[in-house]
């Protein structure tokens, strides 16, 4: 039957790991149709009907999906799901909430954060902090999964329009309502898609000193991230976690400032091509995974760093 | 307000698993077993509740083996008030057969909240909250690390996607939570010696649940690949010159 993908996008442009997620769909082997949820994204439909590998867009177009529920995702999933057999989504935090919602209602099986596909109904996803990676083989009709964009090859090539069908939204679930949402107000990339991250974990030491990682992250044209240790204390915002229970990551070069490298911390950046980790502790377990490791200060790497490496445009 | 809290025995967080060098699986013999770090920061909540006045009753469940009347023992020294082991006899321990059990319990106890860890720290599916909400038809909020009562329902901050998210959630309700939500208090002796002789209420799994098979299984496992050795390198000068031979930091290729 079909496999059926959520676009991400901003509401008017597609995001680059829509086609991640295309990548991995076409994998199964079934026909592709992509949902766009959103509302005045009709843009953003005509874009994804241009893939190549897509044969149906469905456009659900209301201002509900602005800044939707789970409760009210999982409901336009069940009512889209009798028309297909596999339904794959980014991991993030909203559709690590509506799609196994969705699944309970449907008696799909759901597995969070796929980092691989071996048919359409075995997959390969991470277990204990990533220290294991399991082969999976779903034993339901129908299959939700959310899985790790980084971890697939893009689809390429554009195709004449495929159709686009517009959708009728289901009615949302009002009971929870959003009262307010912190937006990242930064011109920093986005921390799981930038090339460069700069992260920072306890050894920072004071919110204060998080000056000196942002003003490599800005010269390199990063994204900042923390442990989850730095969080904790109060140097750095939530949203910028990464790890097990944070964001995963997968730049081309992952700056660890003053980060032990717990096996809670490595799962989030097990996907990144260069290490960099700077330490004054030579015992410390990131270095173990460092591609690059210093045994220093990280007071005086950082701004060493910045005056001396070539800054790059903000939007690297 | 009854709170029910589902509570896991998993490796504990400090401890490297192995995978069978056959592949079928993990070694788990011999390791040190914890409560699932989430589950211990719920269960601080709910006892947080329910000494605020604000809950009446706070009941733990553990799906597993006997041995998990040692979490539920951590739960109860922790100051819940009653324990619930399920037993799931040769099945699974979690998955449909799990979920389905929870929504009986929850409807046979009065329960009025489900305070879930958002993840169990071996499987890091966190599929258990949502799908009990799912059943019950009852909202949800997942990754909560603040939580109050208000007019009769929840206030909420949850990790969104783009950063802290308030919701306003009616009661009853299912949470996953963070564990950030707060500190878990450290046990006392006499409360460690109280909770060893509580009763624990065990009850089966497939009594309450039916013949709910699994939606998946796990056909094999595998050390993911170890990176490459890397270098160590000597001071600033060296680390620069490393840094400038990458191409994603501005080398010509
Ligand atoms: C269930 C669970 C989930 C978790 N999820 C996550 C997660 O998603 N992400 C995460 O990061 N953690 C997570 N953790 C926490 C994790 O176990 C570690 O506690 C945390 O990663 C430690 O953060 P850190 O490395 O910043 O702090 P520490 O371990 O305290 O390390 C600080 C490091 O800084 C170094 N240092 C200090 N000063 C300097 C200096 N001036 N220059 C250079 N180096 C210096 C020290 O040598 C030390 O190695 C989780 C834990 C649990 C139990
Ligand atoms: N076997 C179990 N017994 C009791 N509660 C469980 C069990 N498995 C999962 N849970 C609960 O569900 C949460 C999420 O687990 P999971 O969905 O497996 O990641 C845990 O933090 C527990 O609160």
Redesign the interface.
């Known amino acids: 039957m079909t496999t059926l993908v959520i676009a991400e996008h901003d509401g008017s442009q597609l995001d680059p790991s829509t086609l991640n997620l295309l990548g991995a769909a076409l994998q199964i082997g079934d026909p592709v149709h992509l949902l766009v949820l959103g509302m005045g994204c009709a843009a953003v439909a005509q874009a994804a009907a241009c893939l190549a590998g897509v044969s149906q867009v469905l456009l659900a177009d209301d201002p509900q999906w602005g800044t939707p529920?789970?409760?009210t995702l999982?409901l336009q999933i069940v009512a889209l799901m009798p028309g297909c057999d596999t339904l794959l989504a980014a991991h993030?935090?909203?559709h690590?909430?509506?799609?196994?919602?969705?699944?309970?209602?449907l008696?799909?099986?759901?597995?969070?954060?796929v980092v691989a596909i071996e048919s359409g109904h075995?997959f390969v996803r991470?277990?204990?902090?990533?220290?294991?990676?399991?082969?999976?083989?779903?034993?339901?009709d129908k299959t939700l999964l959310t899985l790790r964009p980084a971890g697939f090859a893009t689809a390429a090539g554009t195709q004449a329009a495929c159709p686009v069908v517009t959708l009728v939204s289901v009615g949302a679930?009002v009971?929870?309502?959003?009262?307010?949402?912190?937006?990242?107000d930064s011109d920093r990339p986005d921390l799981s898609r930038a090339?460069?991250v700069v992260a920072a974990g306890r050894g920072v030491g004071a919110r204060e000193h998080m000056a000196l990682v942002e003003r490599l992250a800005d010269h390199?044209g990063g994204a900042v991230g923390a442990s989850?240790a730095a969080?904790?204390a109060g140097f750095a915002?939530?949203?910028i976690q990464v790890g097990?229970?944070g964001k995963t990551v997968a730049?081309?070069?992952y700056f660890a400032f003053g980060i032990s490298g717990a096996?809670?911390h490595l799962a989030g950046i097990?996907d990144a091509?260069?290490?960099?980790a700077?330490n004054k502790d030579p015992d410390a377990p990131i270095?173990s995974?460092?591609?690059?490791?210093?045994?220093?200060d990280l007071f005086?790497?950082l701004p060493?760093?910045t005056a001396?490496?070539?800054g790059?445009s903000k939007t690297a | 307000m009854h709170v029910l809290v589902p509570v896991k025995r998993v490796?504990d967080?400090n401890v490297?698993?192995r995978?069978r060098s056959d592949g079928s699986g993990?070694d788990t013999t011999g390791l040190k077993m914890s409560l699932n770090p989430f589950d211990e920061v719920a269960v601080e909540q709910a006892v947080r509740l329910r000494q605020a006045g604000q809950a009446s009753r706070v009941t733990v469940v553990g799906c597993g083996a006997p041995l998990t009347q040692d979490v539920l023992r951590t739960a109860l020294a922790m100051g819940a008030d009653a324990a619930i082991l399920l037993e799931p006899g040769a099945g699974e321990c979690d998955g449909?057969a799990l979920?389905e059990a929870l929504s009986v319990l929850v409807q046979r106890e009065g329960v009025d909240l489900v305070l879930c860890g958002?993840?169990a720290?071996?499987?890091?599916?966190?599929?258990t909250a949502?799908?009990?909400?799912?059943?019950l038809d009852w909202?949800?909020?997942?990754?909560v690390?603040q939580l109050a009562l208000e007019d009769g329902g929840l206030?909420v901050h949850?990790?969104?996607?783009?950063?802290?998210?308030?919701?306003?959630?009616?009661l009853p309700a299912v949470l996953g939570v963070?564990?950030?939500l707060c500190d878990p208090r450290a046990i006392s002796l006499p409360n460690m010696m109280k909770a060893k002789k509580a009763t624990i209420t065990t009850l089966s799994l497939a009594e309450l649940a039916g013949d709910r098979?699994?939606?998946?299984?796990?056909?094999?496992?595998?050390?993911?690949p170890a990176?490459?050795a890397?270098?160590?390198?000597e001071?600033?000068t060296?680390?620069?010159e490393?840094?400038?031979a990458?191409?994603?930091?501005?080398a010509s290729a």
């Open positions: 529920s789970a409760e999982a993030r935090v909203l690590r909430g509506a799609l196994p919602r969705a699944a309970a209602r008696r799909a099986a759901y597995l969070s954060d075995r991470p277990l204990y902090a990533g220290s294991v990676l399991a082969s999976v083989e779903t034993q339901a679930d009971r929870s309502q959003l009262k307010s949402r912190e937006s990242m090339r460069v390199l989850r969080v904790d915002p939530n949203a097990q229970t730049p081309d070069v096996i809670q097990k091509g260069v290490i960099v700077v270095f995974v460092a591609d690059v490791g210093l045994v220093g005086e790497a060493a760093l001396g490496l070539t790059q | 490796v967080y490297r698993v995978v993990v449909p979920v958002k993840q720290i071996d499987d890091d599916l966190g599929d949502p799908m009990l909400a799912a059943l909202p949800q909020a997942m990754s690390n206030r949850c990790d969104g996607d783009q950063g802290l998210e308030q919701w306003r959630l009616p963070d564990l950030r098979a699994a939606r998946f299984r796990i056909t094999g496992c595998a050390t993911p990176r490459a890397g270098v160590r390198v001071g600033l060296q680390l620069l490393h840094l400038r990458l191409p994603a930091l501005g």
